[in-house]
C-alpha cells in the first residue's frame, strides 16, 4: 500500500524555522518526482515546492523562495521541507504528495498543521 | 503563472442531479488538468488526469471534458458520497503548478 506519512508540524512563532519530513513506503520513491501542497484554514491549495525523482532539481512558488528548500534522501525514502523565517501566512496544513505523469498528484499524505503565530 | 478559475464557487444541488463545474486557465494548458475531490478534515483525491481519464477506481459517473483554456468537470447523477469541495489543477507548466479555488457541493 502506497503511504505518505508527514511529521514535524507545531507551532512556530513568527520568523522561526521547521523542518517537515515525510516518510513514503509502498512505491519506488527514486522513480517519481515529489512536492508539498499546503492548504490555509479554510483557504484552497497551495503548490509549495516540488522536487525531481532523480537529480534533484527543485520548483518553489514565489511565495516561499528563499525562505523554503525542498529535499530529498532517496537511500531513506524521506521527503523535507525546510521552512525558514515563517510568517504568518504560512500557517497551514502541509501534504506531502506524490507526482504522477506531467506531473498532477496521484497520492496525498494525511498531512501535518504548521501554526505560526506569537 | 497561469492562474485558474472555478466557477461557480459554491453549487447547491439535489441527490440525482446533473451537475458541472467549470474551470478556466489564463493561458492555454493543452490537456493538462487534473480534478481532484476533497471532503472535510481529508486529504484530496484525484478523480481525473490529462483532462478527460478517470482515475482507477472512481466511479464513472465523473467525467472531465476540455482542452486549451476552458475545462469542466460533470458528475451525472450527484450521490450522496459527492457533497464535497472539488479542485481542478493545471500542470502544463511546472513552476508553479496552480489550483482553481475551489467549488463547493453541497444541498
Known amino acids: 500500500e502506497v503511504q505518505l506519512l508527514e511529521s514535524g508540524g507545531g507551532l512556530v512563532q513568527p520568523g522561526g524555522s521547521l523542518r517537515l519530513s515525510c516518510t513514503v513506503s509502498?512505491?519506488?520513491?527514486?522513480?517519481?518526482?515529489m512536492a508539498w501542497v499546503r492548504q490555509a484554514p479554510g483557504k484552497g491549495l497551495e503548490w509549495v515546492p516540488g522536487i525531481s525523482s532523480n537529480d534533484g532539481n527543485t520548483y518553489h512558488a514565489d511565495s516561499v523562495k528563499g525562505r523554503f528548500t525542498i529535499s530529498r534522501d532517496n537511500s531513506k525514502n524521506m521527503l523535507y521541507l525546510q521552512m525558514n523565517g515563517l510568517r504568518a501566512e504560512d500557517t497551514a496544513i502541509y501534504y506531502c504528495?506524490?507526482?504522477?505523469?506531467?506531473?498532477?498528484?496521484?497520492?496525498w499524505g494525511t498531512g501535518t498543521t504548521v501554526t505560526v503565530s506569537s | 503563472d497561469i492562474q485558474m478559475t472555478q466557477s461557480p464557487s459554491t453549487l447547491s444541488a439535489s441527490v440525482g442531479d446533473r451537475v458541472t463545474i467549470t474551470c478556466r486557465a489564463t493561458?492555454?494548458?493543452?490537456?493538462?488538468l487534473a480534478w481532484y475531490q476533497q471532503k472535510p478534515g481529508k486529504a484530496p483525491n484525484l478523480l481525473i488526469y490529462d483532462a478527460s481519464t478517470l482515475e482507477s477506481g472512481v466511479p464513472s459517473r465523473f467525467s472531465g471534458s476540455g482542452s486549451g483554456t476552458e475545462f469542466t468537470l460533470t458528475i451525472s447523477s450527484l450521490q450522496p458520497d459527492d457533497f464535497a469541495t472539488y479542485y481542478c489543477?493545471?500542470?502544463?507548466?511546472?513552476?508553479?503548478?496552480?489550483f482553481g479555488g475551489g467549488t463547493k457541493v453541497e444541498i
Open positions: 509502498g512505491f519506488s520513491f527514486s522513480d517519481y518526482a
Open positions: 504528495v506524490k507526482l504522477r505523469g506531467y506531473f498532477y498528484i496521484d497520492v
Open positions: 493561458q492555454s494548458v493543452n490537456t493538462w
Open positions: 489543477q493545471q500542470y502544463n507548466s511546472y513552476s508553479p503548478l496552480t
